[in-house]
């Protein structure tokens, strides 16, 4: 079990299950209401009908450490243990709710091809879920070895690296072992989940962090230098150098779920500069002794970067307004001052003018 991550913390929570004769174990894949759950005697299939509540980020998980019966055809999952990390996104439905991807990580690795033009947006999209967690981002620079080239490599890190303040960024090839050994010696220690869009390589990443070929992995295409969708549940698997991987298949989308304090990790040098600014409620749009405003002006802060914060901050916003009637109701007094003062203004004007 340690191979999984037990620990004597662990072990103090499940103490009140344990007296009641169930059976510890950490959960390594989720099918259709039921689980594969690694435990002691090794691999037992179990039903989660006991702990599926109507709330979507209360469902058992992979990652998950549960208290299972220990005899029964079938046997169920009891309960879980309280969550150190959750990496939620939100679903594509219109009901405004989250959906967990993976329970108990401490590194989320996100990965980006080299195949395909970087898209910045998405991997500040990425990380602001994966700070939101309370796991430590990791970027992967998937099949570095289609830019051959130093000097363009090198540039496209530094690009990844403004938009990924703190974050550790990293070139690998599968394909010739190159950075993996960097790769491995972050994910030895503790539980990581990779994540990334279809085709990103994540498969080909695992087989080659698990010396082995687990999991599926379809050739490239042709047309675009993309690999194929295939991966099409979340596994958990033991790394054969310590630590436990949490495999996903592609994200097309990627909403934001509550992740206000990771827009603002991703963010940091806006959040560090919007300190300095005149007014502590500025808009950053165009406020005088606006500080934010003045780095875009110097070419100190990109304004692609200011472009995207506003974004991310507005998406979180209305996701937070749809779950949250404390906030909707904040946000509709927002609109009423703005608008309250809009009018003022325009009648101030219409006063200058007569």
Not at 71 to 86: C, Q
Not at 302 to 315: A, C, G, H, Q, V
């Amino acid at each position: 079990m340690a191979r999984y991550g037990w620990d004597q913390a662990w072990a103090d929570e499940f103490a009140p299950y344990d007296a009641e004769g169930l059976l510890a174990g950490r959960v390594i894949r989720v099918d259709r209401g039921q689980c594969d759950v690694i435990t002691a005697d090794g691999v037992v299939r179990a039903d989660t009908a006991f702990v599926t509540p109507h709330d979507p980020l209360r469902v058992v998980c992979t990652g998950d450490w549960v208290a299972v019966e220990p005899t029964g055809n079938p046997r169920y999952v009891r309960a879980y243990l309280p969550r150190r990390t959750a990496f939620v996104r939100s679903t594509s439905s219109k009901r405004s709710e989250g959906q967990i991807l993976a329970a108990n990580v401490d590194h989320a690795v996100v990965a980006l091809s080299l195949a395909a033009e970087l898209d910045l947006g998405r991997v500040e999209r990425f990380l602001a879920l994966a700070w939101e967690s309370g796991a430590q981002p990791v970027v992967v620079l998937t099949k570095a070895d289609l830019v051959p080239d130093a000097v363009t490599r090198a540039h496209l890190v530094q690009d990844v690296e403004t938009s990924a303040p703190g974050v550790p960024v990293l070139p690998v090839s599968a394909a010739f072992g190159d950075g993996l050994d960097v790769l491995a010696a972050v994910v030895s220690g503790g539980t990581s989940v990779l994540l990334g869009q279809s085709g990103a390589g994540k498969s080909t990443l695992a087989n080659a962090l698990l010396g082995t070929d687990v999991m599926e992995v379809q050739a490239t295409r042709d047309v675009d230098g993309k690999g194929r969708h295939t991966t099409t549940t979340r596994n958990l698997l033991a790394l054969p150098g310590g630590g436990v991987l949490i495999d996903t298949p592609g994200l097309r989308g990627v909403g934001l779920w509550d992740a206000g304090t990771g827009v603002g990790q991703v963010f940091s040098e806006i959040e560090e500069l919007a300190a300095e600014c005149r007014f502590h409620d500025c808009a950053h749009a165009a406020e005088p002794g606006c500080a934010v405003l003045a780095a875009v002006d110097s070419g100190a802060l990109p304004e692609r970067r200011l472009d995207s914060y506003r974004k991310l901050l507005r998406e979180n916003q209305r996701i937070v307004a749809k779950t949250d009637a404390r906030v909707r109701a904040e946000i509709r007094r927002e609109w009423k001052r703005k608008g309250a003062e809009g009018r003022a203004a325009m009648e101030a004007k219409k006063g200058r003018w007569m």
